[in-house]
């Protein structure tokens, strides 16, 4: 599921700037609009919702509700390690074109490599979400976390260098990947450890922190970048480095750390 979420932001640049240079940008709106239909008539012609009935245990259960969840064991810290980790994940947007200028990339080469760090950085986000399973065989959730956060919080530290143009496209491709890896893992484990009948409000919420950290990332991102491009990428660093203390220190210390599957 993550890695259809990360192709799309992906793909979606490419194909439309594509469009619009064939087509005309008004055409390429009415191809979206094309696809939003093919998507609706996906649910309606394909999609068949299996009809399950409740078993005795089942039906004595109290509803789910905010309180049951949020006495799932880590469930809140899960929220604000999905809300942190797409708040830096989304910061780059803003200001990444500014930012290109400002360390001396020339004009007309600003859009295009602005561009390729974008698409890189999400496919190796959809690498990362591929990856993470194997990589959860291999260890725990309170170890991948935070040491995916610190790749990413030395790649966004390096960013705020001023780093050569090579170096930003390595770097890019090491932050996305371990971006897509602690994002996938998170939910993994919050899957591990909410019951079936709660799951639909447990992801609720977890969906609710993503889109608040979508929403306030472009606004935070741009009340920095006024005062530093660089301040940017380096409250990134630290926040990611704070959110990895922050995870492994409440997993350890609680003794409920999540076993690898």
Do not use: C
């Not at 394909?46 to 949020?70: G, H």
């Not at 809140?76 to 001396?104: K, N, T, W």
């Not at 959860?136 to 919080?153: D, E, I, K, Q, S």
């Amino acid at each position: 599921m993550h890695t259809a979420q990360r192709l799309g932001p992906a793909l979606g640049p490419v194909i439309g700037g594509t469009l619009a240079q064939a087509i005309g940008i008004r055409h390429t709106f009415l191809v979206s609009a094309l696809f939003y239909l093919a998507a609706f008539a996906l649910v309606v012609v394909v999609y068949r919702e299996v009809e399950r009935r409740p078993d005795a245990a089942s039906a004595v259960e109290p509803p789910a509700t905010f309180r049951a969840v949020m006495a799932v064991p880590h469930f809140l810290l899960f929220m604000v390690a999905v809300f942190g980790l797409q708040l830096v994940d989304r910061s780059f947007g803003p200001i990444l074109p500014l930012y290109l200028q400002e360390i001396g990339v020339a004009g007309d080469r600003v859009p295009f490599l602005a561009g390729t760090i974008f698409t890189l950085t999400a496919v190796a986000a959809a690498g990362g979400n591929q990856v993470a399973a194997a990589l959860l065989g291999r260890t725990t959730v309170h170890t991948l976390v935070p040491a995916m956060a610190g790749v990413a919080a030395v790649a966004a530290f390096v960013f705020g260098l001023a780093a050569p143009v090579a170096a930003l496209v390595v770097v890019a491709i090491a932050f996305g990947l371990a971006m897509g890896v602690a994002t996938t893992t998170v939910y993994a484990a919050v899957t591990e450890a909410v019951p079936p009948r709660a799951r639909g409000v447990a992801f609720g919420y977890l969906t609710s922190a993503y889109l608040v950290g979508l929403a306030a990332s472009p606004m935070i991102a741009g009340v920095l970048g006024a005062m530093s491009m660089r301040a940017v990428f380096l409250a990134d660093a630290v926040g990611l480095g704070v959110l990895a203390w922050h995870v492994r220190k409440r997993m350890t210390e609680s003794g409920h750390a999540v076993p690898a599957n």
